[in-house]
């Protein structure tokens, strides 16, 4: 039961292992999600970050069972609390949709139906799931509406989805998704469509949820911003793998993967000095089917080399700024010069029993959380951690002396896409 | 079926250096900042008339002044009428009231005709980058089609050769390979039809573009791309932009000035960084500080409250009051107007902020 206290923390909520969903397309299966693998503690935010086509959807769908295109093909375990999602027949799935585990979308207007008022339609959700009357399960979602920000609940629960605007929409399915009290959100893109004033509301609710109401939250972006502000855990993924995963303080203040590295790099930044161009990454991500033999990223990489593009993508291996553990084990904690102090917990984290939460508070030597899969940390050439202040970020291959061989210097973000 | 480009012609070498020669003129005369703008509009205003007598004024009164070879960002939420602004601006919106004049001319009641050979000289790239582009069209064909319909230089029509060298030089110009001319729209990812689109508004060499929102459906490691594209094209060119966008940190990488606006008007306008780093109005310091940066641990200011109100129904006084958190009586119903607060830096706020 989701209202009671979590016993602790040894069984996460969600186990998901080697997690493959491919599509038959000119006589292959294509893996559009390709071995994913990833936890998820209770009262854990973790964000699944990507760009489009890198499978973060397709991954949220597949564990929602919500895929069902003839030929697909689900591979892999996803084990919520303990009970396997993948292949469980639609029966038992419909029971654990909407009351275990709930999703919000991107675009609220076409969440909802049009022709019947947002108040009928949590209700719906609501008497789905559980014996109440009408009255109690409006009843309930006013107070849900309440919760969740919206003025005027009660007259608001009349409205129909176009009279509301994109931040109320927002709320009203925020509302809906919880209204069972679900162990896991997955909110896919839950503030894309929005504002940034409106965003910035919104990402705070999504905060506030796990202490309000428990739950543990799985959430998709490609805003790099929006991870930083809201996951204790990240995965970034790239044409279906996962490319790296850790903490999201020790992934962003020290990426393993050049993706990651390189991503970060070409966001503009806000503050500090305006770079003449921006380190942008060549070229576009691969269709699936075009993806190549070895890593996935080696066409784009500053760091690119011959084991790169050998056949088995690489696998992850430790990296960051734990990788070393065994020589740092004698260290201090404190040893570490990095700007993130370890037991300060986060702004609004209040969960005390998460993994992540408790992660931090061990010695560095056990916290080998962060994986690239990239040979540069196997060959003992991980990436310079990204500092604050050096100016061309970490991206440009220029900032280590010590790496692989990298590709000449082209112009890079002027340079045709190759995939043409 | 016809084919728009031919084997490379021998010619393509001459209209090439002329078209250089004309770019590098224009940009060494926008590095001599002459005082008199390329664009400006006088408190232009754009209402739509809807059922039951009610108005939607999406634009309210804008008067700006847009230099030679500056960037102009215009931010903005939706609703701000940014987007609609950058339409009055090359009159692809007629404006209800109000004055735009390009390059010294008054072209507010210019009819088509006379716009015409004006168009050749400002230019739009949109941000759905895919519906912008007939799907059934090569894209030769696509770049060709402003060159078949206005004249060349020497104001005769464009011969075959000159239009496929300039197909050619275009190509050059935003780094696509020339095989993209025999290709469909579809073939392309969202990165490359942005280039093909910008590669379109750049074919009759204009001197000012509108380009709304280009980089905001893009995946984030091609929008880099695609804004180094616009600052290599603008200092190689000497191009002059009006750059509508959301992003407050894309703008800031591209503009040389910034407007913010709220509603309809322009609430903020001056150098980018005093604008972003030192705002005056309290919408301005709200947005940016509603920004998620992608540093673990960043400040976060608490949010603004409540939504964007609608255009139709306005609040009265500052249009701003309804969410502001220095709200005061005055702003209720005293509707502040766009006044400096330092060299080049207007808000219009009853009471700006300062730095202290």
């Known amino acids: 039961m989701p209202a009671e206290a979590p016993p602790a923390p040894a069984a996460p909520l969600l186990v998901v292992r080697d997690l493959c969903v491919r599509v038959p397309s000119r006589g292959r299966m294509i893996p559009l999600v390709d071995r994913v693998s990833f936890t998820l503690g209770e009262q854990d935010i973790l964000g699944l970050v990507g760009e489009s086509g890198s499978g973060k959807s397709v991954t949220a769908m597949a564990l929602m069972g919500l895929i069902d295109s003839p030929g697909v093909q689900i591979t892999g375990s996803a084990l919520f609390r303990g009970q396997e999602l993948v292949g469980l027949p639609q029966k038992q799935l419909r029971r654990l949709r909407g009351r275990e585990i709930a999703m919000i979308f991107q675009d609220p207007m076409t969440a909802f139906t049009p022709v019947y008022t947002i108040g009928w339609q949590i209700d719906e959700q609501i008497r789905a799931h559980e014996r109440l009357s009408r009255k109690q399960a409006r009843n309930r979602t006013v107070d849900l509406l309440a919760a969740m920000g919206v003025p005027d609940p009660a007259q608001t629960a009349n409205r129909y989805p176009h009279q509301l605007s994109g931040g109320l929409r927002q709320r009203a399915m925020i509302a809906m998704a919880l209204s069972c009290n679900p162990a896991l959100l997955i909110a896919d893109e839950p503030t894309t469509a929005l504002d940034v004033t409106v965003q910035a509301q919104i990402l705070e609710l999504i905060r506030s949820l796990r202490s309000t109401y428990g739950s543990s939250v799985l959430l998709i972006t490609h805003d790099m911003g929006v991870v930083a502000e809201t996951c204790d855990t990240t995965l970034v993924l790239y044409s279906g793998r996962v490319a790296e995963t850790g903490p999201t303080d020790a992934l962003f203040a020290h990426p393993g993967h050049p993706y990651t590295a390189a991503l970060l790099a070409s966001i503009p930044p806000l503050e500090g000095p305006r770079p003449e161009r921006l380190p942008a990454i060549a070229g576009a991500p691969p269709a699936p089917l075009e993806r190549p033999e070895g890593c996935a990223f080696a066409p784009r990489c500053s760091y690119v080399h011959a084991p790169c593009l050998h056949a088995p993508p690489p696998p992850l291996v430790p990296t960051g700024r734990y990788a070393s553990a065994p020589r740092r084990a004698e260290a201090d904690t404190q040893a570490v010069p990095l700007p993130a102090p370890d037991n300060t917990p986060r702004p609004g984290n209040l969960s005390h029993g998460s993994p992540a939460v408790q992660a931090r508070s061990e010695p560095a030597s056990l916290r080998a959380a962060q994986f690239a899969a990239c040979v540069l940390p196997a060959e003992g050439t991980p990436l310079p951690p990204r500092l604050k202040d050096t100016a061309p970020g970490p991206g440009t291959p220029d900032a280590i002396g010590h790496a692989p061989p990298p590709r000449p210097p082209s112009p890079s973000s002027t340079i045709g896409e190759p995939h043409l | ?356």
């Open chain 2, 1 to 356: 079926m016809t084919r728009p480009s031919a084997p490379v012609p021998k010619t393509a070498t001459e209209p090439q250096s002329s078209a250089s020669a004309s770019a590098s003129a224009s940009a060494s005369a926008s590095a001599s900042a002459s005082a008199t703008p390329l664009l400006e509009v006088r408190d232009i205003r754009k209402t739509y008339h809807l059922p039951r007598g009610q108005t939607l004024k999406a634009v309210d009164g804008v008067s700006l002044s847009v230099m030679p070879g500056e960037v102009l960002g215009l931010v903005g939420e939706s609703g701000s009428g940014k987007s609609t602004l950058g339409r009055c601006l090359l009159r692809l919106t007629d404006v209800s009231s109000g004055q735009i004049v390009f390059e010294g001319q008054d072209i507010t009641h210019l009819g088509e005709r006379a716009m015409r050979p004006l168009r050749q000289r400002m230019q739009m790239v949109f941000q759905d980058s895919y519906a912008s582009l007939n799907p059934r069209r090569r894209i030769g064909d696509l770049l060709a089609e402003p060159l078949r319909v206005h004249p060349g230089p020497d104001g005769r029509k464009r011969s075959h050769a000159a239009i496929t060298a300039r197909l050619h030089e275009l190509m050059e110009l935003v780094s696509l390979p020339l095989s993209a001319l025999e290709r469909y729209a579809h073939e392309f990812s969202g990165g490359q039809r942005q280039r093909i689109n910008i590669a379109r508004a750049l074919a009759l060499s204009p001197r000012l573009i509108v380009a709304d929102e280009p980089v905001s459906a893009l995946d984030v490691s091609v929008q880099a791309q695609i804004v180094n594209l616009f600052t290599d094209l603008q200092t190689r060119l000497g191009l002059t932009y009006v750059f509508v966008a959301h992003d407050l940190a894309v703008v800031r990488q591209i503009s040389t000035r910034v407007a913010v606006m709220y509603l309809g008007v322009v609430v903020e306008l001056g150098e980018t960084d005093a604008v972003l780093h030192h705002p005056a109005h309290p919408y301005t310091a709200a947005l940016t500080a509603a920004v998620p940066r992608p540093e673990v641990g960043a400040p976060r200011a608490a949010p603004l409250g409540g939504d964007i109100p609608s255009p139709i129904a306005r609040p009265a006084g500052c249009r701003f009051h309804t969410r502001c958190p220095a709200a005061q009586e005055r702003c209720k119903v005293e509707d502040p107007a766009l006044r400096p607060v330092s060299q080049g830096h207007f808000v219009a706020c009853h009471f700006p902020l300062t730095d202290d």
